[in-house]
C-alpha cells in the first residue's frame, strides 16, 4: 500500500476559501500597521504615534479573549464576516481626520475586528486540516499569512510616499470587506461543542504560558520595530524604511517555515533560545540607526528569530494540549503576539521623546536579553494532561 498516496490532503476547497480571508486579514491588518503611525505624528507627536498602535494591540487583545465565546455561539460565518467589516470599515474615517483621539478610536475598532476574525480563522483553519497533517497545514496556512505580511508591511509605507496617506485608508478598507464574499462558501459552525471554554484555565496554565511570554518578548520587538523605525531613520536613504520592514518580513517568513521543518525532526522546544537570542542581537543592531547596512542587517536578525518563535511556541503549545482546547491555545498565543507589539509600541512612545530613538530600541534589545531565564523554564515544563 502507498502509505503517501492514503494521506489526506490538505489543500481542499475550503481552505482556499479561508486563504482568501487569511489575506484579507493580513492585508488590513499590515498595510497601514507602520503608515498610521507616522500618520498621527505628524500631527500629534511621538506618543500618538505610539499609542495608535498601541490601542489597535490593547483592543486586539481583550477582544481575543473573549472571541472564543463569540464563535461558539454566533459560528464561523458571521464572526468572521463581522470581523472583516470592523478591521476595514473604520479606516475610511482616518481620511477625513487626523486628529489623535480619532485616529486612536479607529485602531482600537479595528482591533475589534482583527481579534475576532485571527481567533475565529483560527480554530476553523484547525477544523478544516486533518488531524494527521495539521502541523504541516498550519504552516502552509502560516506561509500564506506571511507572505501577505511580507507583501503589505512594506508596501502600506511605499504607497504612502507615492500615493498618500488616502490611499493606504482606502485600500486598507476595500481588501477586507471584499472578502466577506466569500464568507458564506465557509462552514458555519464549529464541529465540537465546548470549544470556547478554557481561555481563564490556560492563563493559569504554565506550561502553555511560558512559551507564550518567550514570544510576547520577541513579539514587542516586532511591535517596536514596525511603529519606529520608519520616524528613527527619516532623514536617511528615502528606501531605508521600506527595505528594513520588507528584511524583516521576509525573514520572518523564511524562518518560521524552516523551524517548522527542523522542529518536527529536532524538537520545537530547541528552538527557544536560539530565537531569542537572534531577536535581541538584531534589534540592538537596529539601534545604530545612522548605518543603514546595520538596520537592514539588523531587521533581517531579529525577523528570523521572531519567525524562530513564531512556529516554535505555537507547535509547543498546541503539543500540550488536548484537540479541544486549541481554540484557547489559539487565543492565548494570538493575545501573546498582541500585548507584546501594544507594549513595545506604547513603551518606546513614552521613552522615546526623552532618549531619542537609537537608545529606547537599544533598551529594547537589552529587556529582551533579560528573557533567556525564561526559557529553561518553558522547555522543562512537562505537557498538560
Known sequence: MNVAASRPPIVTGALLVRMATVVASSIGFFLPFAVVPEYAERSSGATAAGAANAALLVTTVAVELAAPALVARIGYRWALGLGLLALGAPTLVLMA??????????????????????VAGGAL????????RRGEGLALVGLVSGVSALVGLPAGSWLAQVAGYDAVF?????????????????????????????????????????????????????????????????????????????????????????AGRAGDRRGHEGLLLPGLLLS???????????????????????????????????????????????????????????????AGAFAVGLLAPFTGYPPALLITAVLMAAVLPLVRNARRIPAAA
Not at 125 to 132: C, G, I, M, Q, R
Not at 174 to 189: D, E, H, M, Q, Y
Not at 207 to 234: D, E, H, K, Q, Y
Not at 309 to 335: D, G, I, K
Open 97 to 118: 481626520s487626523s486628529d489623535a483621539a480619532v485616529v486612536i478610536a479607529v485602531s482600537a475598532l479595528r482591533g475589534v475586528g482583527f481579534a475576532i476574525t485571527v
Open 125 to 132: 483553519t484547525a477544523e478544516l486540516v486533518p488531524a494527521s
Open 170 to 258: 482606502a485600500v486598507t478598507a476595500a481588501v477586507p470587506i471584499l472578502s466577506v464574499l466569500t464568507v458564506p462558501f465557509l462552514p458555519g459552525r464549529p464541529a465540537a461543542a465546548g470549544r470556547a471554554a478554557g481561555v481563564m484555565a490556560g492563563l493559569r496554565t504554565p506550561s502553555l504560558m511560558w512559551p507564550a511570554a518567550i514570544f510576547a518578548a520577541s513579539a514587542a520587538g516586532t511591535g517596536i520595530l514596525c511603529t519606529f523605525v520608519p520616524l528613527a531613520v527619516r532623514g536617511g536613504p528615502l528606501w531605508l524604511a521600506p527595505a528594513a520592514l520588507l528584511a524583516q518580513s521576509a525573514t520572518a517568513t523564511l524562518a518560521k517555515w524552516v
Open 280 to 342: 535581541a542581537a538584531g534589534m540592538a543592531a537596529v539601534s545604530l540607526t545612522s548605518w543603514s547596512v546595520s538596520v537592514m542587517v539588523g531587521a533581517a536578525v531579529f525577523g528570523a528569530g521572531f519567525g524562530v518563535l513564531q512556529n516554535a511556541t505555537m507547535t509547543v503549545m498546541y503539543a500540550r494540549v488536548r484537540p479541544e482546547m486549541f481554540s484557547t491555545v489559539s487565543a492565548l498565543w494570538n493575545a501573546a503576539y498582541d500585548s507584546g507589539m501594544a
